[in-house]
């Protein structure tokens, strides 16, 4: 008599990618939408989730006009009519929390969030303007940004207000190991950290599908930055942790949900492959420290292309994030100067 296959399930396919503002099916009662946006990086995914007589919604996409008229006709198509009871934004980022406040308003929907994003975003939604070009000048003048190539980083500051004009005043808190139920499926929370401070990631085991967020991507790498806010923080070591972390916690036979690009399988080799890029980018920021150097010579070393704004505050915030690892580790030193730019120097070239 033929035995029962004992072989493991294959990983769940990825459906073909949708068009802007077109939904696919990922599993019953997950839809894949993409949202168009008005960048270099021109989509978001975000997930609809099957939930009784509504919907969950992870992620939102930014507030503008196009993304207002995309939900508007999802609602009446994809959605069926049915409202959205619960939004969960994976991190403050403008493209996956920037609509949220309209959204909720609209459907009486609660925000879930972890409390380190949701204060991130009312933070930035708020913070009046000269306040925030101050601390970006403060910032870029620092990194030895030249005066005729700051400007246009600092006035990058009025993005965030415009792209998130509102977040809900309160949020139901997510943390680490919880769980929230969607339909019939439990997702559980894993929180991951470097690309935003406390990300929230779902794992669907009995889908075997994890929601990544920005946390992990396949066609790019996620950015991990130094912001003005926190000018020496380490999210490059907060990055490599996480990375360890995610991978002794979720298993490799998952369908990854990125917010950018399309689904993939891979999980654990994906991780390590971005691992293995951000030490890569450490021995290049070490090496260009040989001589001293302000942070803005070694984001031109790490970045020589030609960068738009968007883009530099990207690039400048990917530099001090490498060089700050460094700095913790002892393998450079950061040379403060009144008045002038930080220099950074490799440890082993210092004069004894």
Same mark, same amino acid.
């Given at each position: 008599?033929?035995?029962?296959?004992?072989?493991?399930?294959?990983?769940?396919?990825?459906?073909?990618?949708?068009?802007?503002?077109?939904?696919?099916?990922?599993?019953?009662?997950?839809?894949?939408?993409?949202?168009?946006?008005?960048?270099?990086?021109?989509?978001?995914?975000?997930?609809?989730?099957?939930?009784?007589?509504?919907?969950?919604?992870?992620?939102?996409?930014?507030?503008?006009?196009?993304?207002?008229?995309?939900?508007?006709?999802?609602? +009446?198509? *994809?959605?069926?009519?049915?409202?959205?009871?619960?939004?969960?934004?994976?991190?403050?980022h403008p493209d996956h929390i920037g609509l949220s406040g309209w959204l909720a308003s609209r459907h009486g929907a609660e925000?879930?969030?972890?409390?380190?994003?949701?204060?991130?975003?009312?933070?930035?939604?708020?913070?009046?303007?000269?306040? *925030?070009?101050?601390?970006?000048?403060?910032?870029? +003048?620092?990194?030895?940004?030249?005066?005729?190539?700051?400007?246009?980083?600092?006035?990058?500051?009025?993005?965030?207000?415009?792209?998130? %004009?509102? $977040?809900?005043?309160?949020? +139901?808190?997510?943390?680490?190991?919880?769980?929230?139920?969607?339909?019939?499926?439990?997702?559980?929370?894993?929180?991951?950290?470097?690309?935003?401070?406390?990300?929230?990631?779902?794992?669907?085991?009995?889908?075997?599908?994890?929601?990544?967020?920005?946390?992990?991507?396949?066609?790019?790498? %996620?950015?991990?930055? $130094?912001?003005?806010?926190?000018?020496?923080?380490?999210? $490059?070591?907060?990055?490599?942790?996480?990375?360890?972390?995610?991978?002794?916690?979720?298993?490799?036979?998952?369908?990854?949900?990125?917010?950018?690009?399309?689904?993939? *399988?891979?999980?654990?080799?994906?991780?390590?492959?971005?691992?293995?890029?951000?030490?890569?980018?450490?021995?290049?920021?070490?090496?260009?420290?040989?001589? %001293?150097?302000?942070?803005?010579?070694?984001? +031109?070393?790490?970045? %020589?292309?030609?960068?738009?704004?968007?883009?530099s505050t990207f690039a400048v915030g990917e530099g001090l994030a490498h060089l700050n690892h460094l700095v913790r580790a002892?393998?450079?030193?950061?040379?403060?100067?009144?008045?002038?730019?930080?220099?950074? $120097?490799?440890?082993?070239?210092l004069a004894t």
């Amino acid at each position: 008599m033929k035995q029962p296959s004992t072989a493991a399930p294959s990983t769940p396919v990825a459906p073909q990618i949708p068009r802007a503002g077109g939904v696919a099916e990922v599993a019953p009662g997950v839809l894949w939408v993409r949202l168009a946006l008005p960048l270099a990086l021109d989509h978001v995914n975000v997930w609809l989730l099957e939930d009784g007589e509504g919907w969950t919604l992870v992620d939102t996409g930014l507030s503008n006009e196009g993304t207002r008229d995309a939900w508007a006709a999802l609602e +009446r198509e *994809a959605m069926g009519g049915r409202p959205l009871r619960r939004i969960v934004c994976t991190h403050y980022h403008p493209d996956h929390i920037g609509l949220s406040g309209w959204l909720a308003s609209r459907h009486g929907a609660e925000l879930w969030c972890s409390r380190t994003e949701w204060l991130s975003a009312r933070f930035y939604s708020t913070q009046p303007l000269g306040e *925030a070009r101050a601390v970006f000048r403060r910032f870029y +003048r620092r990194a030895g940004v030249a005066r005729r190539e700051m400007e246009p980083l600092v006035e990058q500051a009025r993005t965030y207000k415009q792209w998130v %004009p509102q $977040v809900p005043p309160s949020h +139901r808190r997510l943390q680490d190991g919880d769980e929230l139920e969607a339909g019939r499926t439990r997702w559980r929370v894993v929180v991951g950290r470097g690309h935003a401070p406390e990300h929230v990631c779902l794992h669907a085991p009995a889908l075997r599908l994890f929601v990544s967020g920005d946390q992990v991507l396949l066609s790019i790498t %996620p950015n991990v930055s $130094v912001w003005p806010n926190e000018p020496e923080a380490d999210p $490059v070591g907060d990055f490599l942790q996480s990375g360890a972390e995610l991978r002794s916690r979720v298993p490799d036979d998952v369908l990854v949900l990125p917010s950018h690009g399309q689904p993939f *399988a891979g999980l654990h080799a994906r991780l390590d492959a971005l691992a293995t890029h951000h030490r890569q980018r450490l021995e290049e920021a070490s090496a260009a420290c040989a001589e %001293p150097r302000t942070a803005w010579e070694v984001t +031109r070393a790490l970045f %020589p292309r030609e960068l738009d704004p968007h883009q530099s505050t990207f690039a400048v915030g990917e530099g001090l994030a490498h060089l700050n690892h460094l700095v913790r580790a002892g393998m450079v030193r950061r040379e403060p100067r009144e008045g002038r730019p930080d220099l950074f $120097v490799r440890a082993d070239r210092l004069a004894t």
